[in-house]
C-alpha cells in the first residue's frame, strides 16, 4: 500500500511563491513519483508538471516560468516551486505517483492567491 502526502499549500498574494511537497510512504519499492497536478473549482483536473526519470521536465502553458518541478528519489518526494504566483493558479494541487502500472494520488494541498 502506498500513501501519499502533500503539503506546503497555503494562502498567499498575488506575486508570492510556494513550495509543495509530496511524500510517498508505504510500500514505495520502484515508486515513481513524476508528476503534480491541481484542479481548481468546476474544473477538470489539469497537469502542471512533470518530471521523468532522467530529469526531463514539462510545464503547462499556463506555469511555464514560474514553476520549478524536482524530486529525491531517496526521499520519494516531488517538489513544486511555485513563484510570481497569480489569482488564477487557486486549485488544490495533487501530487502523482506510479508504482507497477498503478497510479497513486494525495489528498492534495489547497492553494489559494489573493489579488
Known amino acids: 500500500q502506498v500513501q501519499l502526502v502533500e503539503s506546503g499549500g497555503g494562502l498567499v498574494q498575488a506575486g508570492g511563491s510556494l513550495r509543495l511537497s509530496c511524500v510517498a510512504s508505504?510500500?514505495?519499492?520502484?515508486?515513481?513519483?513524476m508528476a503534480w497536478y491541481r484542479q481548481a473549482p468546476e474544473k477538470t483536473r489539469e497537469l502542471v508538471a512533470r518530471i521523468t526519470g532522467s530529469g526531463i521536465t514539462n510545464y503547462a502553458d499556463s506555469v511555464k516560468g514560474r514553476a520549478t518541478i524536482s524530486r529525491d528519489n531517496v526521499k520519494n518526494t516531488v517538489y513544486l516551486q511555485m513563484n510570481s504566483l497569480k489569482p488564477e493558479d487557486t486549485a488544490v494541487y495533487y501530487c502523482?505517483?506510479?508504482?507497477?502500472?498503478?497510479?497513486?494520488w494525495g489528498q492534495g494541498t489547497q492553494v489559494t492567491v489573493s489579488s
Open positions: 508505504g510500500d514505495t519499492f520502484n515508486i515513481n513519483c
Open positions: 502523482k505517483c506510479t508504482r507497477y502500472f498503478i497510479d497513486y
